[in-house]
């Protein structure tokens, strides 16, 4: 299922709000796990970002910053 990429955006951005308040509320971020996950959570949210878009240039952008 592929999505306009301003709509996977969006929703990449909803997976790192989550993410990141569960990390925060959860396991706080002076822990070792919430840093991690804190940290984990910006490449998983850029991941769903450019998955989920229905356009390959996003992720030939990825591909070319890398």
Do not use: C
């Not at 996977?8 to 070792?32: H, M, N, Y």
């Amino acid at each position: 299922m592929r999505f306009h990429p301003v709509v996977s955006i969006i929703f990449g951005f909803i997976v790192f709000a989550i993410l990141s308040l569960i990390a925060f509320f959860v396991f706080g971020l002076k822990t070792e796990i919430g840093n991690f996950l804190s940290f984990l959570s910006i490449f998983i949210a850029g991941f769903v970002a450019t998955f989920f878009a229905k356009d390959r240039k996003i992720r030939y952008g990825i591909y070319e910053g890398i």
